[in-house]
């Protein structure tokens, strides 16, 4: 047998005559208010929200006046009641629903303003178990739902940024709101507790539970006010969206110049600053960074060394790149990176000089990081795939001294070593099969995104001669430099390469069936090798 269900409202405009109001952020809240009392509005409140509209000299009856049943169980039970939730879910065009507030004086409510306890300040703020619990809000979420569901006839307003352009709304509709507006804020109300829930679910999985990978991965993110210019390519659309409870990131850097960003912007300014917060602690240190990958890192005892250093690794590829520094930029530095052009510049804080020089450049993108991400920090990674979604921990391995092993007859040199450990670094942030030439702080050759460890390690070391032609230098600076693997050498010819093109010293994770083989090519060609047990690929 067919189950008869209520019609959607025939009708637009439903005039608002009772609003229920119950705020925790009780910004603009006492205008919103005043602003309906003087419509004639019949306000109704819970706790405090109700003492502020007092407070302020405005006409508001509690709760339980409503209900005719005290607040109770400190303030845990006072909205969950039929008088409550009979008034917001109520089909008003429904002859049975009508009846039954007739029956039992159950009055309608027009309008909740309702937005939650703050149980992600409270987590953030690093209260104990108890409090974060008592923060987790259950009669807000649940008149949100009920009025947004009902939002052929109820208005939900959660977010005090739309209590003015609702007003707007009453205004030009003789006290009405209209079934659009409804619509919208219904739309925003759902999402606006499912990322609520989300947050709790996290809570609970993440911290409490200590859960690495859960059943459900509650995920929720707010999107970007400022719109992308466009996807990967002109014909994709991209958007940003960042997580509720705040980050630190590329995503979070302000933008004080130059046109809007597009995605491919964005992810290759990540990578840039992704790889320069390695040297958080270390000398003035520049990366520039193209299609995601660093074509030049140097650090010097300036950053206009360092700029200068990492430019001369590779200048053709550096024209429209990215450019990533981990100081605050100075007038110098900034000079020298307006000589070409640039599509971003990602900087702790810049001078006003260096402002002002930048400006010059109109479609030049500058952003300010702030305090430069820790590399170190935990967190996941996730990239969707056709009908699902990957997910795992960042790669925040560390290279520590207890770490490295010497399987060559000699060990590496306190320069070699250094240049090793700069290597490393930077391979960590190139795209597999990733082969890495450095010395003295600087990078000589990047060989990344090969099908084979071999072509990588060869176009490493034909950049660097390259790079050597274009400077007038007299030779390559892959000659006595140290050569880092992301992975191990599955055979000794792409060690070989780096041994033709100069390398004296060579850091690599280790592991393969053949290390015997590579480390006996190492010791016939005089290599100091070391070990690192851990690999850094990059997809």
């Known amino acids: 047998m067919a189950v008869s269900l209520p019609t959607a409202p025939s009708v637009d405009l439903v ?19 005043r602003a309906l009392a003087e419509r004639g509005v ?34 845990r039970v006072k909205t969950l009641h039929p008088m409550v939730h009979g008034g917001l879910l109520a089909v008003r065009d429904d002859p049975a629903h009508a009846a039954a507030m007739t029956e039992h004086g159950i009055g309608a409510i027009d309008l909740v303003v309702v937005n939650l306890y703050p149980f992600q300040q409270t987590v953030a703020k690093g209260a104990e178990r108890p409090e974060i619990i008592e923060n987790i809000d259950i009669g807000g979420p649940s008149m949100v739902r009920s009025a947004a569901k009902n939002h052929g006839y109820v ?49 609970f999985a993440f911290a409490d539970q200590g859960e690495a990978f859960p059943a459900t991965l509650p995920l929720a993110f707010t999107k970007h006010p400022e719109t992308l210019r466009y996807g990967e390519n002109p014909h994709q659309v991209a958007a940003l969206y960042l997580p509720q409870k705040g980050g630190q990131g590329i995503a ?72 990533a520094c981990n100081r605050p930029l100075d007038a110098e530095t900034a000079e020298a990176i307006s000589g070409i052009f640039t599509e971003v510049v990602v900087a702790p804080d810049a001078s006003p000089e260096a402002r002002e020089i930048f400006a010059r450049k109109k479609n030049l993108r500058l952003l300010l990081s702030g305090e430069l991400p820790n590399p170190a920090r ?24 207890d770490m490295l092993k010497v399987v060559t007859k000699r060990a590496p040199t306190e320069q070699e070593l250094a240049d090793c450990r700069f290597a490393w670094t930077v391979a960590k942030h190139v795209k597999s099969n990733a082969i890495v030439y450095a010395k003295g702080g600087s990078t000589a050759g990047v060989g990344a995104g090969q099908m084979n460890r071999l072509e990588s390690a060869r176009i490493a070391a034909w950049k660097a001669k390259d790079a050597a032609e274009k400077a007038g230098w007299a030779e390559p600076r892959t000659i006595g430099s140290a050569v880092a693997s992301d992975a191990f050498f599955p055979f000794a010819d792409g060690l070989l390469a780096a041994v033709e093109a100069g390398a004296t010293a060579v850091i690599q994770p280790g592991g393969s069936i053949r ?23 990059r997809h």
């Open 15 to 33: 005039p608002v005559r009772r609003a229920l109001l119950s705020v925790s952020d009780k910004t603009g809240v006492i205008d919103l208010a």
């Open 42 to 75: 019949d306000l109704v409140s819970t706790g405090g929200t109700a003492k502020a509209i007092r407070d302020a000299g405005l006409p508001v009856r509690d709760i339980s006046e409503v209900t005719n049943f005290p607040e109770m169980m400190d303030g």
């Open 155 to 203: 208005s939900i307003l959660t977010d005090p940024a739309d209590y003015a352009d609702f007003l707007a709304d009453l205004a030009a509709n003789d006290g009405a709101s209209t079934l659009k507006t409804r619509q919208r804020l219904a739309a925003k109300a759902f999402a606006a507790t499912a990322a609520y829930d989300s947050a709790i679910a996290q809570w």
């Open 252 to 323: 979070q850097a302000e933008q004080l110049q130059g046109k809007a960003l597009s995605y491919n912007n964005l992810n290759d300014a990540d990578a840039a600053l992704e790889l320069v917060s390695e040297f958080l602690d270390g000398p003035p240190t520049v990366v520039i960074v193209k299609h995601a990958n660093p074509c030049g890192v140097a650090s010097g005892e300036t950053l206009l060394e360092a700029y200068q250093a990492a430019f001369a690794c590779d200048t053709v590829s550096a024209f429209g790149g990215i450019i």
């Open 378 to 401: 935990p967190g996941l990674m996730m990239k969707s795939i056709a009908g699902g979604l990957l997910v795992q921990s960042r790669d925040n391995g560390r290279l520590t001294d």
């Open 515 to 537: 290390d015997d083989e590579v480390i006996a090519a190492a010791d016939e060609a005089g290599l100091a090798m070391v070990f690192t047990g851990m690999r850094h690929f």
